[in-house]
């Protein structure tokens, strides 16, 4: 099992910025792609941006330029910078990861963690 564990969400007034954070924890399991999502209310989850192992990251097109998704392999965490916020960005953010394990495919999520964006 992979725990994710995600912190960093809050208030933010539109045009702000928050970072959110993903620390994962789980051995044996190798890390394959770590990415967030995020479910507005009444709405479906969505992808927000994506980071595979050796591969450049993939953003929806509503965040591109505004948010960017890093990574600590050292720390196993991975961040999720939130620029240029709108109201529209208020979601439950959940931190993705996928991992591998003796040839078999995992998917694992966090608990979320809340961003709201208020004019």
């Known amino acids: 099992q992979v725990q994710l564990v995600e912190s960093g969400g809050g208030l933010v007034q539109a045009g702000g910025s928050l970072r959110l954070a993903c620390a994962a924890s789980g051995s044996e399991f190798s890390i394959n792609a770590m990415g967030w999502y995020r479910q507005a209310p009444g709405k479906r989850r969505e992808l927000v941006a994506m980071s595979t192992s050796g591969g450049s990251p993939n953003y929806a097109d509503s965040v591109k330029g505004r948010f960017t998704i890093s990574r600590d392999s050292a720390k196993n965490t991975q961040y999720l910078q939130m620029t240029s916020l709108k109201l529209e960005d208020t979601a439950v953010y959940y931190c993705?990861?996928?991992?591998?394990?003796?040839?078999?495919?995992?998917?694992?999520w966090g608990q979320g963690t809340q961003v709201t964006v208020s004019s």
């Open positions: 993705y990861c996928n991992a591998l394990r003796n040839l078999n495919s995992y998917d694992f």
